[in-house]
């Protein structure tokens, strides 16, 4: 008995320091990046003690997604702000055009006088987009537009009511607004906030200053902009006025890792942080919170000037379901069709899919012919996300259509797929490669049944940005098919890479391609 009392006594006495060790407390603590997925270009508000987010994903549809945290830790996305941005051919992929890399650009999120605004601009239609709603959760948004197309604006609205935006790259700009924000307030002229914002990181720019977001605080204005420097890091500046025309004066805020580009929070109890982001290769631009302490009426970012690792805050619980998430396509009556981690590539041919039409299944039809899978209709994707993950679906083949490919894909211009093409009457499995950014049928296998499965396992621990693509016939034995497939994060689409299932036909309409599941898992089967 003596000898089972002192075993207790030790274990306590080791849980009790385990309990109140560093790396206790470090697993406790949240860990930056506090998103490990592509969420840029975030604007955040706090209303009360709820935290809502917009972000970028430009030519995704729907767009402008909304995501709601109690902590800004632990977020889950809640809507969008459009379905589509527009109806035109670079929207709709029609007559050869896209807009990769355009869409939607850096939205700008406020709430004023019980409203929820989210602006942004984009190149596609050359608009500054508006929209709002009293509901940031439910909607509905109503949407005005105009021209021209402000670059990385930030809304502001003044204590007086009146709306302003600024916006720009190197000179930055002010321009006041309708009361009701549908266009520029008439007789209302541009002025030069700042003739060069990119001044306090030195003169060798590489990338002017831009990203505006302008806060008020205490009576102060603080205007966050991001510039990169010629052989340094992305930067963050910021610059402070006592007017909101200024004169303003700027200094660099944070110059560390590369992580820039955001602006400020509070919490509830007083605290404040800056919220960034950081381009990290293939998974594409992910976001980090930075504590900010004040000083002489400066934030001040970072610990000692650089990112911690951990924060003062809870700690994540993942990113699934809130960021992305399985999926069985079962649907329950008043259930939506599609979960909100989904986002179509470009706008959908909604004549073309369907949960209701097979229950239990996602069928994509194919409705003309397509000439590749970049400009293939109706592919339906979701964020990888890191550092590493694995995306699996099953898929019945039976009624694809000579010159039909479906099947799983991994989205950027150096894309990779592995999907089952029908040839004479034959289905084969292939898996095709575009790293070299065409692409190449890497290999083939006959199938000589109906039903497939296929997986696709990303590694991008430490930029090692690297897929897998497997197949299994029985869901359960999985055989390596092709090499691996080195992703890479290209500016001609601007995004990290998507999860994403596809069918598309080369020769006729017609066919379709009915998908069982989606599975999207935080582990991968490959060793070091």
Avoid at 236 to 250: I, M
Avoid at 285 to 311: E, F, H, M, Q
Wanted: net charge positive; charged share 20%.
């Amino acid at each position: 008995m003596r000898h089972f009392s002192a075993r207790l006594l030790l274990l306590g006495a080791l849980f009790s320091f385990l309990l109140h060790s560093p790396l206790c407390a470090q697993v406790k603590q949240a860990q930056n990046p506090i998103i490990h997925a592509d969420v840029p270009d975030m604007s955040i508000i706090r209303v009360g003690a709820t935290y809502y987010m917009s972000s970028t994903t430009m030519h995704m549809s729907p767009g402008v997604p909304i995501m709601k945290s109690q902590d800004l830790v632990n977020w889950h996305l809640v809507g969008y702000a459009h379905d589509t941005l527009a109806s035109m051919d670079e929207l709709t992929l029609s007559n050869g055009k896209s807009t990769y890399g355009r869409g939607s650009w850096a939205s700008s999120l406020r709430f004023h006088q019980g409203r929820y605004y989210v602006t942004t601009f984009a190149q596609t239609t050359g608009k500054t987009h508006v929209y709002s709603t009293a509901d940031i959760e439910k909607g509905p948004w109503k949407a005005v537009s105009f021209k021209p197309s402000y670059h990385d604006h930030s809304l502001f609205f003044e204590d007086d009511g009146r709306a302003y935006m600024v916006y720009g790259a190197g000179m930055l700009r002010l321009v006041e607004l309708t009361a009701d924000l549908s266009g520029v307030k008439p007789g209302a002229r541009e002025q030069v906030l700042i003739e060069n914002a990119s001044a306090p990181a030195g003169t060798g720019i590489a990338l002017p200053a831009e990203g505006s977001q302008l806060f008020k605080v205490n009576g102060k204005y603080y205007l966050f902009n991001i510039v990169w420097p010629k052989g340094g890091m992305r930067t963050v500046v910021v610059h402070r006025a006592d007017k909101l025309t200024g004169p303003y004066e700027g200094r660099v805020a944070l110059q560390d890792l590369g992580v820039a580009q955001g602006g400020l929070i509070d919490t509830p109890d007083g605290r404040w942080f800056a919220y960034l982001f950081r381009d990290f290769g293939a998974v594409g631009r992910i976001p980090y919170l930075v504590p900010v302490t004040w000083a002489d009426g400066w934030p001040v970012l970072g610990v000692g000037g650089k990112v911690p690792a951990t924060l003062d805050l809870p700690v994540s619980r993942g990113l699934v379901p809130g960021i992305v998430a399985s999926d069985n396509f079962s649907r329950k009556a008043g259930e939506p069709a599609l979960p909100l981690v989904w986002q179509w590539n470009h706008n959908p041919a909604n004549a073309l899919w369907s949960v209701k039409e097979r229950p239990g299944y996602l069928r994509l039809k194919t409705g003309r012919v397509d000439t590749s899978f970049l400009l293939a209709r109706n592919t339906l994707t979701q964020r990888t996300i890191g550092p590493v993950c694995a995306g699996a679906t099953a898929l019945d083949v039976s009624h694809l259509r000579d010159g039909d490919v479906a099947g799983l894909a991994l989205l950027q211009k150096r894309y990779g797929l592995i999907g089952v093409k029908r040839e004479k009457g034959r289905n084969f499995l292939v898996l095709v490669s575009a790293e070299s950014e065409r692409p190449v049928e890497v290999q083939r296998l006959p199938l000589a049944q109906s039903t497939v499965y296929f997986k696709t396992e990303c590694d991008f621990t430490d930029r090692r940005d690297e897929a897998t693509f497997f197949y299994s016939l029985d869901g359960a034995s999985w055989k390596r098919l092709g090499g691996p497939l080195k992703m890479a994060y290209t500016l001609p689409h601007f995004m990290g890479y998507r999860l994403g299932l596809f069918t598309y036909a080369t020769k006729t309409a017609g066919g379709y391609a009915d998908f069982d599941y989606f599975t999207i898992d935080q582990q991968i089967s490959r060793k070091e």
